[in-house]
């Protein structure tokens, strides 16, 4: 048995029909290089293998009335994969247009919590391509956000593939086991006694120095940009049941290239890209703000971290700087707020998150997240634009389940005042970028998505002068 930690479980607290909490990729995959050829009889079994290795692809949530604490995670003694993986066939032509409406579809529809929280959907006839023959395929994988962050869901990722076409199978791993309801109950009942220590003996004192903190940076201007100092757009408002996607990929020697010259961080790179994609988008429809725009951006703090749970994040606040025209004065006004922003949010206690969101209460949650959504809050003062999240991975060839790995396009979750998501991630040489968001927001999201392109363009040339 494995207890859920505040932060996972309130990912299933904030949880709504218009707001579903899992994180999506989608996969484009060469199929000419699975050992004895394709077929779907043949990744299924090759997928159950390597599930017996990942005890987490197996955990379903446990939870009884008595349990004053977390829900837990246990062993699905019935597990079946042919619950949780999908075969569909995109219809003709198969392309960009085709797939990301039925990715904005999957991408939408809610996980069953009875069973372990994954979903994984093969796409065939991308590209009108024939995957028998060594064709085109996308795989849409999605997991709620309870079981995973950018960190263990790229290790999650990483398990299901290889850096050989004919890896050996991995050796199974034993499960979470199981719990019964006394067990859940008197856990439970043990961890909901200990918090008010935990909250005067930790966390107290870790808020006070905080905000001390955060204050003499605020007097000094050392402090990152504020949440509720993002401009209004027409993506910071209450979203919808409906998801749309779209996605762009980018050399990542260009990345570099641009980082080396202008003597800036790859992440300061990928901002930069955000940041003009944004402005250009925005100011074709005549809808710039004046001020700049703010992201909100997740930090991983697995190595500073040793609490619980499968999520261990804190986040930072930075500004975009899209209020500047040139890129390369924008690159620059960007290095220089996400340097402040990240010594910022370091000096934070590591564990802040995580452990004032131990006292999360499902009731609470869920009605402050219902109260949000209904009011004019999300459109009169948005926490933050969207969220920016930049993944790295491995710079090798990746082969899923036998089939070469060309693009791997990671969806985040949008939240109610902030309906987009961009998700950046560098594998083999490329950078591959994810966007999400509501069609009733952002019908135009591939207009964006191509913007990146000219962005990184934009950059390039700023090289050259």
Request: hydrophobic share 45%; charged share 20%.
């Amino acid at each position: 048995m494995q207890r859920l930690s505040g932060l996972d479980a309130s990912f299933l607290y904030l949880e709504t029909p218009s707001q579903p909490l899992h994180v999506c990729s989608i996969l484009d995959v060469d199929t000419s290089t699975m050992p004895g050829g394709y077929t779907f009889d043949k990744l299924r079994d090759e997928l159950v293998v390597r599930i017996a290795a990942m005890p987490e692809f197996r955990d379903k949530l446990a939870d009884s009335f008595f349990n004053l604490d977390h829900p837990v995670w246990v062993e699905d003694k019935d597990f079946d994969v042919d619950r949780h993986l999908h075969r569909i066939a995109l219809p003709a032509p198969g392309g960009r247009a085709e797939l990301s409406e039925i990715c904005g579809h999957i991408a939408s529809l809610p996980l069953e919590r009875s069973r372990p929280l994954w979903e994984m959907w093969v796409i065939e006839n991308v590209a009108g391509t024939d995957v028998h023959a060594g064709g085109r395929m996308a795989v849409m994988t999605k997991v709620h956000h309870a079981a995973v962050d950018g960190v263990t869901g790229a290790n999650l990722m990483s398990q299901l593939c290889s850096t050989e076409a004919d890896a050996a199978a991995p050796e199974p791993v034993a499960g979470s086991g199981d719990a019964n309801t006394l067990e859940l109950a008197a856990t439970g009942l043990v961890r909901f006694a200990n918090r008010p220590v935990h909250l005067a003996a930790k966390t107290l004192p870790a808020t006070v120095t905080t905000v001390v903190d955060t204050v003499r940076r605020a007097l000094s201007g050392a402090a990152m940009t504020s949440p509720f100092t993002a401009p209004q757009t027409a993506f910071n408002t209450t979203v919808t049941p409906h998801r749309n996607v779209a996605y762009a990929q980018l050399d990542l020697e260009d990345v570099k290239k641009v980082k080396n010259h202008f003597g800036v961080k790859v992440n300061d790179v990928v901002m930069a890209l955000v940041a003009g994609a944004l402005r250009a988008y925005l100011a074709d429809r005549d809808e710039l703000p004046d001020s700049p725009l703010v992201a909100m951006v997740p930090v991983s703090v697995h190595d500073r971290s040793d609490r619980p749970g499968r999520n261990k994040v804190s986040g930072m606040f930075a500004s975009l700087q899209t209020h500047i025209g040139d890129p390369a004065e924008r690159l620059s006004a960007i290095a220089d707020a996400t340097s402040v922003a990240k010594e910022h949010s370091s000096a934070i206690a590591a564990t802040l998150l995580q452990d004032w969101s131990q006292f999360a209460a499902p009731a609470v949650f869920g009605a402050a997240m219902r109260l949000y959504a209904s009011s004019r809050l999300t459109e009169a003062r948005p926490v933050h634009n969207l969220v920016v999240s930049n993944v790295p991975g491995p710079q090798v060839p990746l082969y899923f389940l036998g089939s070469e790995v060309k693009a791997m396009y990671p969806l985040g979750p949008i939240f109610h005042g902030s309906g987009l998501n961009i998700t950046v991630m560098s594998l083999s040489g490329k950078l591959d970028v994810g966007l999400i968001s509501c069609p009733e927001l952002l019908p135009d999201l591939w207009s964006m998505a191509d913007d990146f392109a000219v962005g990184m363009e934009e950059l390039l040339a700023a090289c050259n002068r």
